[in-house]
């Protein structure tokens, strides 16, 4: 059992109040919210050790890059990653979808096949697109159901020795489905294609496994899981990292520079050109760190509880429609209510205190889907509360009874 009083006191931002209301923060799924561990982590790297990485003899550089190959360290270890080299750093999720997709424009051709899926973020479906254009390949689609579901069957029938990629979110930002992930990478491998997994909304509930998983490749951010923003990882196979061509060019990423031929430097250093965020590489060892601490079987089981309670809750509220009605879902409900815009529902409860995201939440072909502009979209966190919950569908039902 979490004690969740003590967990809240852990985050400073959850004390304040907003529009004179106590803050209820239902907004996990754009960003996470820090436990003061973290800022303090940052704050002490720019106080004691700041200073570049891999270059320096001196001591301050030492300090800096040992403290951040010790935070790749420890995200191999979360991740399970059979390699740390197979571990980089990036600023977020879509800097790693990014990096494989312009890799992969040195390695298909025209009439190759790249399979996405209905529920993706833009980030997972726009570098596709660009790459399709670049190389000739075709880009295939997963449709999903009524219940927000991928089609799997249609997913079978998509895949043929065309099928060079097929790159699907592990959890859906939009609505909280959960992908049968294994079963799409077994298949997908089974052609002979390489599988990349947007984690970006899974790392924050659960704690993938990569080589149990199998997939070739899996992006994930850092400020969604209690980490600073502009963090990220990828892992990537060590054979599909050593296929790929370097993403950036700059210092760090080379082995020799001559006018006439460079030579790049092994991994990982061949994908991090430049300085990277090394505060931000380093605290995040220290979110990950956080997160364990607390226990992924705890976060899971009690934010199962949340989404139970909300759901319980909202479907009371008469002309209420959620979306994604799947199975196996996160912490996540998107809903509306009928004859109403959702973001005037957000702008309203927004007074009262209360955070949500409302709008097409980088997902369109999910909203064209279900023929709606965007949805309300509360989403959930282990520092959340069912009292908490009580006061959204309190607010919810203010602002249906408004704006009737």
């Not at 096949?113 to 980030?123: A, F, G, K, P, Q």
């Not at 959702?342 to 939440?361: C, N």
């Not at 965007?374 to 249906?400: C, H, P, W």
């Amino acid at each position: 059992m979490l004690d969740i009083q003590k967990i809240r006191a852990d985050f400073p931002i959850l004390s304040q109040t907003v529009n004179g209301k106590p803050l209820v923060y239902f907004d996990n799924g754009a960003t996470s919210q820090k436990p003061q561990v973290v800022i303090d982590a940052e704050v002490k790297y720019y106080q004691e050790i700041n200073a570049n990485i891999h270059r320096g003899v001196h001591t301050l550089s030492q300090l800096a890059t040992d403290a951040y190959e010790v935070s790749r360290g420890k995200v191999k270890e979360h991740i399970n990653a059979k390699h740390a080299h197979e571990v980089l750093f990036t600023s977020g999720t879509t800097h790693g979808i990014n990096l494989v997709s312009n890799g992969f424009t040195a390695i298909l051709k025209p009439g190759d096949e790249v399979i996405v899926s209905s529920l993706e973020h833009h980030s997972n479906i726009v570098p596709w697109q660009m790459l399709c254009e670049k190389t000739g390949a075709i880009l295939k689609v997963i449709p999903i159901n009524e219940n927000g579901e991928l089609i799997i069957e249609e997913f079978d029938k998509l895949l043929s020795d065309k099928t060079k990629v097929v790159t699907v979110n592990h959890i859906s930002n939009a609505l909280g489905i959960i992908n049968p992930i294994k079963y799409i990478i077994d298949r997908a491998h089974a052609v002979g294609a390489a599988v990349l997994i947007d984690g970006a909304q899974a790392v924050p509930h659960l704690k993938p496994d990569v080589q149990e998983l199998d997939c070739d490749f899996y992006a994930f951010s850092g400020h969604k899981m209690c980490g600073p923003t502009g963090t990220g990882i990828l892992y990537g196979k060590e054979e599909w990292l050593n296929k790929l061509p370097p993403y950036q060019g700059g210092g760090e990423m080379i082995k020799e520079v001559t006018f006439e031929k460079t030579t790049y430097a092994d991994l990982p250093h061949k994908f991090e050109a430049g300085t990277p965020n090394i505060a931000g590489g380093i605290v995040l060892g220290t979110a990950v760190d956080y997160l364990n601490n607390i226990g992924f079987e705890n976060i899971q089981a009690y934010e199962h509880e949340l989404l139970e309670y909300a759901t319980k809750r909202l479907s009371e509220i008469e002309g209420l429609r959620i979306y994604g009605t799947g199975k196996n879902k996160a912490s996540v409900i998107s809903f509306n209510i009928d004859g109403i815009h959702p973001y005037d529902v957000g702008s309203i409860i927004d007074k009262l205190g209360i955070a949500v995201r409302t709008g097409h939440h980088c997902a369109q072909p999910i909203m064209n889907f279900f023929c709606i502009p965007g949805t309300i979209r509360a989403s959930f966190s282990f520092y959340n509360t069912k009292e908490e919950i009580d006061l959204m569908v309190d607010a919810v039902k203010k602002a249906q009874t408004m704006l009737s």
